[in-house]
């Protein structure tokens, strides 16, 4: 897995041999280990390591590029997402369709948790995980967050932390 990719990264980025390296390594076994949680337990599946790596579809590494695009965005942004920041955000302007529903979403994630672990079934957090994963791609394909003025970018802004911290959860 880790092979593969490497090869991935390679084809994608011109980077040093470490990043390469520690990059393979976090999703190479980051595609693993999702691709085993995300099936039901009962249910036989075939691992398919090419299907596991790829970029696109219900596989880690699109978590992971979900979670990377958010880091990315916050670092632009250059501000401490902290207690004072979050008190100054006004949410009352999240009215959007693919904003209230990133927000109906986080909501939804104590209870997926607790259904998840008494059910034993991790693969409802994977589930949850790729819906939030998929719900930020096309709030973030639609609409703009650094270039809004000061305070729905800021709204944003912690919006998107919020799902990254969620999606920090399989990352980490």
């Keep these: 897995m880790i092979t593969l990719a490497r090869k991935e990264i390679q084809e994608r980025h011109e980077l040093d041999k470490k990043e390469i390296d520690k990059r393979a390594e976090q999703i190479g076994m980051g595609a693993l280990k999702f691709f085993i949680l995300k099936y039901d337990a009962l249910k ?18 699109y978590i992971q590029y979900a979670h990377a695009r958010i880091c990315s965005i916050l670092r632009k942004f250059g501000k401490s997402i902290d207690k004072g920041f979050i008190d100054k955000t006004d949410l009352s302007l ?19 948790v607790e259904n998840a672990a008494s059910s034993y079934k991790p693969s409802l957090i994977a589930r949850y995980l790729l819906d939030l994963s998929q719900n930020f791609n096309e709030f973030y394909h639609i609409h ?7 305070e729905l970018k800021n709204t944003r802004i912690l919006l998107i932390y919020c799902v990254e911290q969620f999606l920090l959860l399989f990352n980490g």
């Excluded at 703009?144 to 000061?150: A, M, N």
Aim: hydrophobic share 30%.
């Design 94 to 112: 999240l009215k959007e369709k693919h904003e209230t529903e990133l927000i109906k979403l986080l909501g939804k994630f104590p209870d997926v």
């Design 144 to 150: 703009q967050i650094l270039k809004e003025g000061e």
């Design 44 to 61: 036989d599946f075939v691992f398919n390591p090419r299907e596991s790596i790829s970029f696109e579809g219900e596989t880690g590494p």
